[in-house]
C-alpha cells in the first residue's frame, strides 16, 4: 500500500533534496516525490505576476509502497536532516486525514491554486478555488499581500500556512 512520508529537511533546500531523491532513488522504491506549494500574486517592477511558494518550509513529500527500501536509500542523500516519525527504526507515514485534507487542497502536480472572495462586515466568502467550503480555516487575511493564513493539522499537530487569496470586493 502505498504511503506518504515526510522527511525534513534545511529550509530553503526542498528543491534541491527532491530533485537528488527522484535522481538517485528508484521509481520501484520512490513513487513520487514532491514539495507542496501554493499559488499567489506579488507585484513587482510595476505589474502583478503569478508565483509559487512552497506550503510546508522545511519538508519534502514522498509517497512509495516500500518503506524500508526507502528509508536505506535516504540514507544515502546528503543534506538530508531526518525522516519524520522514526522512532526506534520504525517510520510512521503521514496520517490518512492528513493526506486527505492536503490532497483536497491541491492538484495533481501538489499545487494550491488562487481562492477568491469578498467580505461583508466580518465574513468572509470563497467563491472560487480550494478554501471554497473551507472558511472556517482562515485565522488572517493579508490583502495586500493577497494571502490567507490558515490552520491545518499537519504531522498531528496544528499548522499556519499561506495559501494564495484575492479579496475582489469588502462592504
Known sequence: MENWYVIQVRSGHEHQIAQSCRFR????ILKECFIPEYKTRKKYRGQWHDVQAVLFKGYVFMISDQVDELFNELKKIPDLTKMIGK???IIYPLPEHEVHFLQSFSDDEHLVDMSYGFIEG???TITRGPLMGKEGSIRKIDR???IAYIEVEFLNQISTVKIGLEIISKT
Not at 25 to 28: E, T
Open 25 to 28: 532513488i528508484a521509481d520501484d
Open 144 to 146: 495586500h499581500k493577497r
Open 87 to 89: 522512532k526506534k527504526d
Open 122 to 124: 466580518d465574513k468572509i
